[in-house]
């Protein structure tokens, strides 16, 4: 099969198109190896506290990142209206409200590593810095000219900018705009 430029594998469809598998390492991690490390901290916890606690400090915990999601997410908001209303587009306010939506579902999620996860993303001294590594790490770039769809890339080793502008890359994007596709004279 072949990889695409970022690592990911894509697989060849009968009609000639491909698309993108997720790995299957993903998804054993997510739905086996997080629940299991979820139970044994939990487990720890029950040891060291009790039952009674450990739920209480569970329901405690999911209750205050509900509060600190809604918190967090109506300034989120307010940064984007703003945005907006100044013409701007809004691609650090997206970004900030799409890890707080996760952020959101992993302190929902029962149990103490999500919640540490979750609230690292939630916490703005600690998403800031998070999304400025997602930002470093992917960039968009066209499929092909004039194509409507775009394509996630990894972006080269380089990190300190002063090395990315001496090595021709690492060029910040501005603003996007979609091409329109060529009118054919009939």
């Not at 698309?19 to 060291?48: C, S």
């Not at 997410?73 to 900030?96: H, N, Q, T, Y």
């Not at 939630?122 to 194509?147: D, E, S, W």
């Not at 990894?154 to 021709?168: F, H, L, P």
């Amino acid at each position: 099969m072949p990889a695409a430029p970022d690592g990911r594998v894509r697989t060849p469809r009968r009609d000639g198109r491909t698309f993108v598998r997720m790995p299957l390492l993903l998804l054993f991690v997510a739905f086996i190896v997080v629940p299991l490390v979820e139970l044994a901290v939990i487990g720890q916890v029950n040891d060291l506290l009790g039952l009674p606690l450990t739920i209480l400090l569970l329901v405690v915990d999911s209750a205050a990142g509900a509060w600190l999601v809604r918190r967090e997410g109506s300034k989120a908001w307010a940064a984007f209206r703003d945005a907006l209303a100044d013409g701007k587009v809004p691609g650090d306010e997206l970004m900030e409200g799409v890890m707080l939506l996760f952020g959101g579902a992993l302190l929902l999620t029962p149990g103490f590593v999500t919640d540490g996860v979750g609230l690292a993303l939630v916490l703005p001294f600690t998403r800031g810095p998070i999304a400025k590594l997602v930002r470093m790490r992917f960039t968009p770039v066209p499929l092909q000219a004039g194509a409507a769809a775009w394509n996630i890339r990894r972006t080269s080793s380089v990190r300190d900018e002063a090395d990315a502008d001496a090595a021709g890359n690492g060029v910040e994007v501005l603003s996007v705009e979609r091409d329109e596709p060529p009118q054919l004279d009939d």
